[in-house]
């Protein structure tokens, strides 16, 4: 089946924090889901991949994983909490490279076609850098041009 990062696949039905307000928030601002790790995994999608295939709802639904235990969803400090397995931090900064940067290929900008020449020019160009950068923060290679705000 997979995961499409929709619905109760993400963290669905997760309270967010009240911050001493009467109606919990909606957005993805609240301090459970600000970025953690070394590549910042921040948001309820990406929490959701987590657990889905590395955490404890992968456990629960029978496929052997990192961090059976760790519920993503329900714990997202968990990436950086100094009581739990000090490489999930790593792993989940990993994930997302592997899932979101090094698939993208997106308005003629492709990261491994990209990386081939960042490598085949001696590495002195910062376009590819860039073009990561935009990718991993915003979305897009081009942020200036792709209106992502």
Aim: glycine share 16%; charged share 20%.
């Amino acid at each position: 089946m997979g995961f499409s990062g929709n619905g109760d696949e993400a963290c669905g039905g997760v309270a967010a924090p009240l911050f001493g307000h009467p109606e919990p928030r909606t957005d993805v601002e609240g301090c459970c889901w600000w970025g953690r790790g070394v590549i910042q995994t921040s948001g309820v999608a990406n929490f959701g991949k987590l657990n889905y295939y590395l955490g404890k709802r992968a456990a629960v639904e029978g496929r052997d994983v990192l961090y059976p235990s760790v519920d993503f969803c329900k714990r997202p400090d968990s990436v950086c909490d100094p009581n739990e397995d000090g490489s999930i931090k790593w792993v989940a900064g990993f994930f997302f490279h592997l899932n979101a940067v090094q698939n993208y290929d997106n308005g003629g900008w492709n990261y491994y076609e990209e990386l081939k020449k960042y490598v085949n020019g001696g590495m002195t160009d910062t376009a590819f850098i860039n073009g990561v950068s935009g990718s991993v923060n915003r979305g897009c290679h081009n942020p200036p041009n792709c209106e992502t705000g």
